[in-house]
């Protein structure tokens, strides 16, 4: 049987790459999915919505185009996108009708806000908690993450549902660590190894879970219930995460917690004050006076 061959092809600037499939998977057929509901028909379309950066798929006289969100750029991945079309196209050939085919793991590097940090973004989820390691004693039942910090530039490493943001040590630089990295946590998961085992004590790493914390007033749910909406989805694009830390009521001081990228980050004082500070002022007015970090 003749294995698939899959090319890609992206006009600079544009958002929608055209992949070539040979043989055809089938000329005739020309539809469009919007979703990965709309992919029930189709193994290769669901394995694409996997994909964070996948708007909309189009199969259509035997080739496949897709359009992405604007969160990174075609020349980043098509490569490694036409190789994942072709994965999984001789995957589902070579296997018996019905049967399961094995999960395609794809992992994506994106640079974020913080120079020191960058983003590695997987096609299925890695965590059902957000979890900061600052250090390998804390990695005893984290085995990928122990992996990590066997690198010698590794400084801290947060963990989320479907990424992993990475800081660096002082005195180096990205520049070929970040596909060491993508290929290292790439393969580690396509040899279905262990991220976080089912022994791992959550008390180690302190002040990353909300649930821990003492009973909170009106005021620090809805404080809380804001930062949860309206700034994390932000904050989690660029690779970081924020935490309720306390509100101080006589004062109006409300202090958080940066994680991942966040933290260290240059920008992050102008984050606090002309994003999270005035959203919370805007939100609570009279509530609210001072947004601080408590890590900066």
């Not at 992919?39 to 379309?45: I, K």
């Not at 060491?180 to 040899?191: P, S, T």
């Amino acid at each position: 049987m003749n294995q698939t061959t899959v090319k890609g092809f992206h006009e600079k600037g544009s958002s929608l790459a055209k992949f070539e499939v040979k043989p055809p998977i089938n000329p005739t057929l020309n539809k469009v999915y919007f979703n990965i509901d709309d992919a029930d028909d189709s193994n290769l379309v669901k394995h694409l919505f996997y994909l964070p950066f996948v708007k909309k798929v189009e199969l259509k006289e035997g080739f496949v185009y897709i359009e992405k969100f604007d969160i990174l750029e075609w020349n980043e991945v098509i490569d490694e996108v036409a190789d994942e079309i072709k994965e999984i196209l001789n995957s589902t050939a070579a296997s018996e009708p019905n049967s399961k085919v094995k999960e395609s793991v794809s992992i994506y590097a994106e640079s974020t806000p913080n120079p020191n940090a960058m983003k590695f973004v997987a096609n299925k989820k890695l965590s059902t908690h957000s979890l900061l390691f600052d250090k390998i004693e804390q990695t005893k039942e984290a085995p990928m993450i122990n992996k990590l910090f066997k690198y010698e530039f590794v400084k801290e490493i947060f963990l989320d549902e479907n990424y992993i943001s990475i800081l660096i040590k002082e005195n180096f630089e990205w520049d070929h660590k970040a596909m060491e990295i993508r290929e290292f946590i790439q393969n580690y998961l396509k040899n279905e190894g262990e991220i976080i085992s089912r022994n791992f004590d959550f008390k180690i790493l302190n002040k990353t879970n909300l649930k821990s914390k003492p009973k909170l007033s009106e005021i620090e749910k809805k404080i809380v219930s804001i930062l949860e909406e309206y700034v994390k989805p932000a904050v989690a694009s660029d690779g970081g995460n924020i935490i309720f830390d306390s509100y101080d009521n006589s004062k109006q001081i409300v202090k958080v917690l940066l994680q991942g990228a966040c933290s260290g980050c240059p920008s992050s004082t102008y984050t606090l004050k002309n994003g999270i500070e005035n959203i919370l002022k805007d939100m609570l007015p009279g509530k609210i006076k001072v947004v601080e970090a408590v890590n900066t």
